[in-house]
């Protein structure tokens, strides 16, 4: 984990869920599993997040806050789906209301199964997501890197 120059700010919502996932995405921060080991800090503020973490499948109503979460976090960033309701919909999908998982809402980088995920796949699933995240912060330097150094466009002649 010593390639990310800061701490991953992560953002933990839950879409629909019974909380049962919500539940062990709490015991993972706990000093009994301590996913802050891994420098992570826990915010509610979408604009200063980097991971968004959710719960529960995405339903009506909760599918256009889960957007403007989305939207609001800064880049890169990186989604974890926790639990089968966060990527299929789970026991809920057949419901009137629920449209499946957040898949169907905004695009998903990692996803943790499991009625209810363990506390152990959760930091597994968010250990993954760093590494993607430290993926996506090396290609966006890289980007701006080209960018900054490439050529500037040739004038036109004009007749």
């Known amino acids: 984990m010593t390639y990310l120059t800061?701490?991953?700010?992560?953002?933990?919502?839950?879409?629909?869920?019974?909380n049962g996932c919500d539940i062990e995405v709490l015991a993972s921060l706990t000093?009994?599993?301590d996913i802050e080991r891994f420098g992570i800090i826990n915010t509610g503020d979408p604009k200063q997040a980097d991971i968004?973490?959710?719960?529960?499948?995405?339903?009506?109503?909760?599918?256009s806050v889960v957007k403007q979460l989305y939207?609001?976090?800064p880049g890169p960033k990186v989604v974890i789906a926790v639990g089968i309701c966060a990527c299929t919909g789970g026991v809920f999908r057949h419901c009137y209301n629920v449209l499946g998982?957040?898949?169907?809402?905004?695009?998903?980088?990692v996803?943790?199964?499991?009625c209810a995920a363990r506390p152990e796949a959760i930091i597994?699933?968010?250990v993954?997501?760093?590494?993607?995240l430290a993926e996506k912060e090396k290609a966006e330097k890289e980007g701006k890197g080209k960018a900054a150094t490439a050529a500037p466009p040739a004038a036109e002649a004009k007749p």
């Open 111 to 114: 996803y943790v199964p499991g």
């Open 124 to 126: 597994d699933g968010v």
């Open 31 to 33: 000093p009994v599993y």
């Open 71 to 73: 939207d609001q976090m």
């Open 128 to 132: 993954k997501g760093l590494a993607i």
């Open 101 to 109: 998982g957040v898949d169907k809402a905004i695009p998903v980088d």
């Open 6 to 18: 800061k701490s991953p700010w992560i953002l933990h919502y839950d879409g629909s869920s019974c």
């Open 52 to 63: 968004l973490l959710i719960t529960g499948s995405v339903n009506a109503q909760s599918i």
